[in-house]
């Protein structure tokens, strides 16, 4: 029988997703700076490679460590050493990088024996790129900067879906301040970039936050889980959860 998960690398978060990431989908996590993304990316990224399975990172934020990676990986030298043969990393700096990105993944996917695909993050080049196209008011440069970017989410959805590989995700957040119609104050929110663009491809939708040091995951969309939390902290080993679930 075929596996329908992947281990997240994490036994608490194993057990809080009920056996780990959704093969055939998007997930993604979602957060401020410091709040843990790309640890969560790296973490499973060792799970993977540690079996001998390869692994696609597509870095635009600089966020792969590779003492963070020894870290959690804890193997000899030899060990990691082959472990990180079984990553390609890539590290666009443009959005325009970014394309050319996916037409290198495309490339490996279609060779075969591609177990996981990692994008942290998907909107920062992309942010920059629409931020320029705002700049310049051109209504038909903000249209493509937005089509480029739902076709990059459309490869990753198809990929998951007819190669059964598991895409993470990470996205940044904005904080906005809307009227509350109830006690007549503003209220603060905070939205991801990207909007409904991401939360359309993505099935799996997972906030991160970091308030004084207190750190929160909170499965904010999912196919067969309610919506839920769990408090964790982040460790040498990888996290772990603070207190129950």
């Known amino acids: 029988m075929t596996e329908l998960k992947i281990s997240s690398g994490s036994y608490d978060l194993n057990k809080f997703l009920y056996g780990g990431f959704e093969k055939d989908i998007i997930t993604t996590f979602y957060g401020p700076g410091g709040s843990g993304k790309s640890n969560f990316c790296i973490i499973v990224a060792v799970s993977q490679v540690k079996k001998g399975n390869k692994v696609i990172i597509i870095d635009s934020e600089g966020g792969f460590s590779i003492e963070r990676f020894k870290q959690?990986?804890?193997?000899?030298?030899?060990?990691?050493?082959?472990?990180?043969?079984?990553?390609?990393?890539?590290?666009?700096?443009?959005?325009?990088?970014?394309?050319?990105?996916?037409?290198?993944?495309?490339?490996?996917?279609?060779?075969?024996?591609?177990?996981?695909?990692?994008?942290?993050?998907?909107?920062?080049?992309?942010?920059?790129?629409?931020?320029?196209?705002?700049s310049s008011g051109e209504s038909e440069k903000i249209s493509e900067v937005n089509r480029k970017l739902a076709r990059q989410l459309r490869v990753l959805n198809e990929i998951a879906r007819k190669q059964d590989i598991p895409i993470i995700v990470t996205n940044q957040v904005y904080a906005s301040f809307v009227h509350n119609e109830e006690d007549k104050n503003l209220e603060r929110r905070v939205s991801m970039v990207g909007g409904d663009l991401l939360k359309y491809w993505s099935k799996c939708l997972i906030e991160l936050q970091n308030y004084r040091g207190k750190r929160k995951l909170i499965i904010r969309k999912h196919r067969s889980l309610p919506e839920k939390e769990m408090s964790f902290e982040i460790i040498s080993s990888g996290i772990r959860k603070k207190g129950l679930f």
């Open 72 to 134: 959690i990986h804890s193997g000899t030298k030899e060990e990691i050493e082959s472990s990180l043969g079984n990553i390609l990393l890539l590290k666009p700096n443009s959005f325009a990088e970014q394309e050319k990105s996916f037409e290198t993944l495309l490339t490996h996917v279609k060779k075969g024996n591609i177990s996981l695909i990692i994008v942290d993050s998907i909107a920062m080049l992309y942010r920059l790129e629409l931020g320029g196209a705002i």
